[in-house]
């Protein structure tokens, strides 16, 4: 038997130990945790949560929710920055944060098209054009012809400059030739009452906060800013069936740190369109006035690169600016 040199011994030994290391987890190896901008309680929180209860089902861990609300998503957006590229640490992007920002020239500590990786969506939030009860207008076609006939008189109301309901309105303008006046409000829900009395004249906002004031007859609805009608108004047109070239949904959507394993990417990518297809998951949604949609990660990121993409030329051809 021949001997062995301690550097075989050695080499032998490095081989025994790398052999019985176990093999790498399977991911999730611990809870995940899902970063809302936004404080608990309002839709897209919400939809978070009960995606969160699918997700935790299906992956086999739980998932929490840590809320970050403030600076317009940049908290939430730091906390996420600076986790691991492992996939445990999750952050809802959404239209004002993702695209709005940076089409705005907003200065931020992160670069939303570099330093994150799309997931998947966590929904589209369908956008409703509402008109005060006090303007003798019953559709858009009328509203149109209405506006125009009293150019630089009526206004449109905002949640304030550079946010979602503020630029969907100025393609509508800049597709109709409409000029009217903007009157920005610290907040959606503010800018919604004074619609409803008539201290405003329209409103872009999300359809889930105006649908009870439209049922109720406190505002007249034009259109909604979705592809297709909605089922909780099915009778109201969109603005394109209306021959105005704008679709635009409000949208959220679940991103990682850059550097997330291309496996790991798919096992979260899959679990969250397989949510997005189960039933308790899509009758909350309707409730929530949330499409549910199940696309990959290449579709997520062309789709929110193609908002910025149509923000930024907004702000160009409209030389908004959130100082104004």
Not at 190 to 195: R, S
Request: glycine share 10%; proline share 7%; no cysteine.
């Amino acid at each position: 038997m021949p001997r062995l040199d301690r550097r075989t011994i050695l080499l032998a030994g490095l081989a025994s130990a790398l052999g019985a290391r176990p093999a790498s987890a399977a991911f999730p190896e611990r809870p995940i945790q899902l970063v809302v901008p936004f404080a608990p309680a309002g839709g897209t929180d919400i939809a978070a949560r009960r995606l969160g209860e699918t997700l935790s089902r299906g992956l086999g861990q739980s998932v929490i929710i840590d809320n970050r609300p403030g600076a317009n998503g940049i908290v939430a957006g730091q906390v996420a920055v600076k986790a691991p590229a492992d996939g445990h640490t999750l952050l809802v992007a959404t239209a004002a944060s993702f695209a709005a920002a940076p089409a705005l020239g907003q200065k931020l500590p992160y670069d939303v098209g570099s330093d994150f990786v799309p997931v998947a969506m966590l929904g589209l939030f369908p956008l409703a054009l509402n008109a005060s009860p006090t303007l003798p207008v019953n559709s858009l076609a009328e509203f149109i012809a209405y506006a125009k006939q009293r150019p630089g008189q009526l206004n449109f109301a905002s949640a304030g400059i550079g946010g979602t309901n503020h630029l969907v309105f100025e393609m509508i303008m800049q597709a109709t030739g409409l000029k009217l006046a903007h009157v920005p409000y610290r907040g959606a829900g503010l800018a919604a009452a004074d619609l409803m009395s008539g201290q405003v004249h329209v409103m872009i906002d999300s359809l889930a906060a105006s649908l009870g004031n439209i049922q109720g007859g406190k505002l007249k609805a034009l259109a909604v800013t979705t592809e297709g009608r909605q089922p909780q108004l099915p009778d109201l047109p969109t603005l394109k069936e209306q021959g105005v070239a704008v679709v635009y949904p409000g949208w959220a959507s679940i991103v990682a740190p850059a550097g997330i394993a291309p496996e790991t990417l798919r096992i979260l990518n899959t679990a969250i369109n397989a949510a997005m297809g189960d039933a308790e998951l899509v009758a909350r949604y309707r409730e929530l006035v949330i499409e549910p949609v199940a696309w990959s990660p290449q579709e997520t990121g062309a789709f929110m690169a193609g908002d910025r993409a149509t923000l930024t030329d907004l702000v160009a051809k409209t030389g908004i600016k959130l100082t104004e």
